[in-house]
């Protein structure tokens, strides 16, 4: 199967209910993250709930929330048709009492190998800043 992969992870002391704040509240993204200029979601944040993300200077992006478990973890899929980017973005408490926030990207699809090379580099290059900035919000 072609398929174009990242992960990346890192710790924070918040606990995994004050990041789980933060990713909830789509509306407010901006606020912490840079790669977001303007986000509308069309619900509640839930399966099945979509949302456009437009990141700085760019077109904006339609997104589906495939996952949700409340303080665990949510997976966003933007489908092109002949490839996919899917997002999972999980909290686990550390027996240290830190929780690891780990931010991971597929490209699936027919089109994967010539687009995740070029795409998946653009999609996950601030993904170390984002989590920074996600974290420090969250430490509050």
Same mark, same amino acid.
């Given at each position: 199967?072609?398929?174009?992969?990242?992960?990346?992870?890192?710790? *924070?002391? %918040?606990?995994?209910? %004050?990041?789980?704040?933060?990713?909830?509240?789509?509306? =407010?993204?901006?606020?912490?993250?840079?790669?977001?200029?303007?986000?509308?979601?069309?619900?509640? #944040?839930?399966?099945? *709930?979509?949302? *456009?993300?437009?990141?700085?200077?760019?077109?904006?992006?339609?997104?589906?929330?495939?996952? &949700?478990?409340?303080?665990?973890? #949510?997976?966003? +899929?933007?489908? %092109? /048709?002949?490839? +996919?980017?899917?997002? &999972?973005?999980?909290?686990?408490?550390?027996?240290? /009492?830190?929780?690891?926030?780990?931010?991971?990207?597929?490209?699936?699809?027919? =089109?994967?190998?010539? +687009? /995740?090379?070029?795409?998946?580099?653009?999609?996950? =290059?601030?993904?170390?800043?984002?989590?920074?900035?996600? %974290?420090?919000?969250?430490? /509050?």
């Amino acid at each position: 199967m072609n398929m174009w992969e990242y992960e990346y992870s890192a710790e *924070t002391t %918040a606990p995994p209910a %004050a990041i789980w704040r933060h990713w909830s509240d789509v509306a =407010a993204w901006p606020t912490w993250n840079d790669g977001v200029e303007k986000i509308e979601i069309d619900g509640p #944040f839930v399966v099945g *709930t979509t949302f *456009t993300m437009t990141p700085p200077g760019d077109e904006p992006i339609q997104m589906r929330l495939t996952e &949700v478990v409340p303080d665990e973890l #949510f997976t966003d +899929v933007m489908d %092109a /048709g002949d490839f +996919v980017v899917r997002t &999972v973005h999980r909290l686990e408490p550390l027996p240290t /009492g830190l929780t690891r926030i780990t931010y991971r990207t597929e490209i699936t699809g027919p =089109a994967a190998e010539q +687009v /995740g090379p070029q795409l998946g580099p653009a999609i996950t =290059a601030d993904f170390p800043d984002v989590v920074a900035a996600l %974290a420090k919000v969250a430490e /509050g």
